[in-house]
């Protein structure tokens, strides 16, 4: 399951994320989403748990937990939706 891990501290590391996460269960990846231009976090991310049950059990654990000083939102990701064409600039 693609699990969404919202309001992190901008310092958390993908490996801080994992180990919350792992408590839980296997965790396959840890991706914490960065800004192009300043390379800082977006303070967002996602953790994939393979086992559907462990994963429910990590999101009902770990919703509004404190991480790191801030209370983090954890809820199942939903799939990116298609993205419109982008008109040309002129």
Same mark, same amino acid.
């Given at each position: 399951m693609n &699990?969404?891990?919202?309001? $992190?501290p901008?310092? $958390?590391?993908? !490996? +801080? $994320?994992? @180990? @919350?996460f =792992?408590q839980?269960?296997?965790?396959?990846?840890v991706? &914490?989403i960065? !800004?192009?231009? =300043?390379? #800082?976090?977006?303070g967002?991310?996602?953790?994939e748990? /393979?086992d559907? =049950? +462990?994963?429910?059990?990590?999101?009902?654990?770990l919703n +509004?937990?404190? $991480?790191?000083g801030?209370? &983090?939102?954890v809820? #199942? @990701?939903r /799939?990116?939706? +298609?993205?419109s /064409?982008r008109? /040309?600039?002129?």
């Amino acid at each position: 399951m693609n &699990i969404y891990v919202g309001n $992190l501290p901008y310092s $958390l590391t993908e !490996d +801080e $994320l994992r @180990a @919350a996460f =792992s408590q839980f269960g296997e965790v396959s990846s840890v991706n &914490i989403i960065m !800004d192009k231009m =300043s390379g #800082q976090s977006k303070g967002f991310g996602f953790v994939e748990m /393979p086992d559907n =049950s +462990e994963a429910d059990e990590a999101i009902k654990a770990l919703n +509004e937990s404190a $991480l790191n000083g801030r209370n &983090i939102k954890v809820n #199942q @990701a939903r /799939p990116r939706g +298609e993205r419109s /064409p982008r008109r /040309p600039r002129y």
